[in-house]
């Protein structure tokens, strides 16, 4: 018994019933008249989703801490491409309009 | 039989399983890289061209592409559970769990591929078979294209997701793993997991768009 203790279930159960109903809450608010916040709202279950598994099932949380150190380096580098790419599509007027 | 010493630079299993493990994150993080830059190239066309976006979003397969979520999503809490099975020295379940891990990314295929078979009728192959129906314009083969690299590239990942799986679950059922030494599971989790995540946010790039009108 006191290894099952240590492994225990319920986290998991509940992070997939969570995962599960944020899914639903995509496909609702893709029918909702939202305009430009649907990205927002996408985007915003999409990358609470990834926490989500990134913390539970990826077992971020707990030892060796510096495993957020490596979790986080690919999404700062991210940002970096994501920042430069908005500054260069804020600052050019190259794109046909369609 | 399962090392029950650990290489000569651990100083135990603990050590040697942790340093796999931040091997494999190392490796998402340029995973994330890969998917981030593709993702990105879509945000800037989409913000380009946002109606034709919605356009050409509204013609793709929601309910398919929700099914497969589902499924990615199941698929992560039985690859999770079998880590957990092999840490209690659950070598029947470990196996079965695996199994089910590799059979529901076996369907996730299946959904994908009946989904690419009705993208084809309708005619949104870019290049090869690409018809500009009601409103299209240029950049909605944009749209189409990001969709067949993106959910291609996705495939291919969890393919080798499930060759992995599979001969994890072979090794299970050797008795290759114990509470001690189980470091290639919680490896190829970390690996399946991830690409679970990469399809949320291909979810949220193709699915939602133009739902609520175009």
Known sequence: MSSRRREPLGPYVIAWIVLLVLLGLSIVGAYQPLGAWHALLSFGIAATQTAIVFIVFMKLRGRPHLKWLFAAAGFFWLLFLFSLSAIDYATRNGFPTH | ?214
């Open chain 2, 1 to 214: 039989m399962p090392p029950v010493e650990p290489g000569v630079q651990y100083a135990d299993l603990e050590q040697q399983s942790e340093t796999a493990q931040l091997g494999m994150w190392v490796f998402i993080a340029t995973e994330v890289l890969f998917f981030g830059a593709l993702i990105a190239t879509y945000v800037l066309y989409r913000a380009s061209y946002p109606a034709q976006f919605r356009i050409a979003g509204h013609d793709s397969l929601i309910l398919l592409g929700s099914i497969n979520q589902a499924i990615l999503v199941t698929s992560s809490l039985t690859m999770v559970l079998a880590i957990r099975a092999a840490r209690l020295a659950d070598r029947r379940a470990l196996v079965r769990l695996l199994l089910a891990t590799a059979a529901l990314g076996f369907a996730f295929i299946g959904v994908k591929g009946y989904e690419y078979a009705r993208d084809a009728a309708s005619h949104s192959v870019p290049v090869i078979d690409f018809v500009f129906k009601h409103g299209y314009r240029a950049p909605a083969e944009l749209f189409w294209t990001f969709y067949f690299i993106a959910t291609g590239i996705h495939a291919v990942h969890l393919s080798i997701g499930i060759v992995l799986v599979l001969i994890l679950a072979a090794r299970a059922a050797r008795g290759a793993f114990t509470p001690l030494y189980h470091a290639p599971l919680e490896v190829v989790g970390l690996y399946w997991s991830f690409v679970d995540c990469v399809w949320f946010f291909l979810f949220a790039c193709i699915y939602p768009l133009g739902r609520a009108g175009i």
